[in-house]
């Protein structure tokens, strides 16, 4: 974890692959629990409050809430599609159009923990919707810069593999093991400051070793 804005409202970070956002699991590391203990080392309250996720072996930047008025401003952001979310995904289907516009209509199935599209008619169905560009190209590889517009339950993920396109390493959708966490990190969010109302982002470059041939990386 690496913290990378902070003030008496919000705690801005990077979150590492594999560190989980949250977790239920006795004496497991999660974002939660390392901020609350980080805000705890310092004098501060622990509280913290988690307004968004990223899945476990994703790595992006993240905002968290320090008071419960932060947090509840941020969820209206983001049940407004105020909060800008932009992210690397790597994909190994070079014949991939450049560029477009994906929505489908998604459903989650809570015994495998794994979403699929289905009929805009399934009366389960969500709506999910992104834009896309290609970035970076190299060996068999199309680094695409994605635009989220919704956040269902691996969007990213299930929208690109029903097309033929999984991220590299995201076997759980017919990705290309690498032997390292999927290929997708959370580079840029956007959102107006809780508390100043002043328009923030902050950005991160991906520290995935799929990335390392890339020209986003460090």
């Known amino acids: 974890?690496?913290?990378?804005?902070?003030?008496?409202?919000?705690?801005?970070?990077?979150?590492?692959?594999?560190?989980a956002t949250q977790t239920r699991n006795i004496g497991e590391k999660d974002?939660?629990?390392?901020?609350?203990?980080?805000?705890?080392?310092?004098?501060?309250?622990?509280?913290?409050?988690?307004?968004?996720?990223?899945d476990q072996p994703v790595e992006g930047v993240?905002?968290?809430?320090?008071?419960?008025a932060a947090a509840n401003n941020l969820t209206r952001q983001i049940a407004e599609h105020q909060l800008k979310k932009h992210y690397y995904a790597i994909i190994t289907r070079e014949s991939f159009p450049d560029e477009g516009d994906l929505?489908?209509?998604?459903?989650?199935?809570?015994?495998?923990?794994?979403?699929?599209?289905?009929?805009?008619?399934?009366?389960r169905a969500k709506k999910a919707s992104l834009r896309y560009h290609t970035v970076d190209e190299w060996d068999d590889r199309k680094l695409l810069d994605v635009e989220l517009f919704t956040g269902r339950h691996h969007q990213i993920r299930i929208q690109l593999a029903s097309r033929t396109a999984p991220i590299l390493g995201d076997i759980k959708y017919g990705g290309v093991s690498t032997g390292h966490n999927l290929?997708?990190?959370s580079y840029s969010i956007?959102?107006?400051?809780?508390?100043?109302?002043?328009?923030?982002?902050?950005?991160?470059?991906?520290?995935?070793?799929?990335?390392?041939?890339?020209?986003?990386?460090?």
């Open 103 to 123: 929505v489908d209509y998604l459903v989650k199935d809570n015994r495998t923990n794994l979403s699929k599209v289905v009929s805009q008619n399934d009366p």
């Open 31 to 54: 974002m939660e629990s390392e901020l609350s203990n980080y805000l705890k080392a310092k004098g501060e309250s622990p509280e913290i409050h988690v307004v968004h996720r990223l």
């Open 62 to 68: 993240m905002v968290f809430a320090k008071t419960k």
């Open 183 to 185: 290929a997708l990190c």
């Open 190 to 218: 956007g959102f107006t400051h809780p508390k100043s109302g002043a328009p923030v982002e902050f950005q991160v470059k991906p520290k995935g070793e799929d990335f390392l041939d890339s020209k986003v990386a460090n």
């Open 1 to 19: 974890m690496e913290v990378l804005f902070e003030d008496d409202s919000i705690v801005v970070c990077y979150k590492p692959a594999g560190l």
